[in-house]
């Protein structure tokens, strides 16, 4: 079942660009007011806006659980800080989210989806240094996912809501992605030289 669903998914993501959402009618639910005359009504939502806020919700709700793991168990100030800024930003992405996405009837999980707990449990079994750099590993695959699932919504999605909180969204995953990178690079440079003066 689970891997039929990334079929799916990945299905969705290999859609050529030149299919925009309004002509792509096998993304909208017959009952969408307007499709008859090709003008979709752009507070309706199609299957598209469906799995996007379903994927965005379950990416945010991580960001937000592990934000809060890197902020006990992180031993490097500037992780403890980033941290602090990923628990900030996607609470407030998620609260907005849920506004953007009112009346969108889409299945959402509660708690974290499999992926998520599998990276929560090896983090827990991680301490000091290593926690770090792996907590911000995670952070930039996580990013990396999230800016290709906001690219791909701006193209597809038809709630207007929701395409203005993709369009307002990337540019700050984007932040968080060079600094997740950056803060990756940095530990990963300095990592050799500790362990030469020791």
């Not at 990334?6 to 969408?32: C, H, I, K, R």
């Amino acid at each position: 079942m689970k891997q039929a669903y990334l079929y799916v998914v990945a299905a969705l993501f290999s859609v050529p660009a030149a299919a925009e959402t309004m002509g792509n009618p096998a993304g909208m639910s017959p009952d969408t007011p307007g499709i008859n005359a090709a003008k979709p009504a752009k507070d309706h939502s199609n299957i598209q806006d469906k799995l996007f806020v379903r994927q965005m919700t379950i990416g945010g709700r991580a960001e937000v659980e592990l934000g809060r793991l890197a902020q006990q168990k992180g031993v490097d100030e500037a992780v403890k800080g980033f941290a602090e800024r990923m628990l900030a930003d996607h609470s407030k992405g998620n609260d907005r989210l849920m506004r953007a996405a009112k009346g969108v009837n889409g299945e959402i999980p509660e708690g974290l989806d499999p992926e998520h707990q599998t990276i929560r449990r090896e983090l827990n079994e991680l301490s000091g240094a290593d926690f770090d750099i792996a907590y911000l590993a995670a952070q930039v695959r996580d990013h990396q996912k999230t800016a290709n699932l906001l690219q791909w919504h701006i193209s597809y999605g038809q709630n207007q809501s929701l395409v203005d909180y993709s369009i307002e969204t990337l540019p700050l995953v984007m932040a968080h992605l060079e600094h997740a990178k950056l803060e990756h690079a940095r530990l990963i440079a300095a990592r050799p030289m500790k362990a030469a003066r020791n």
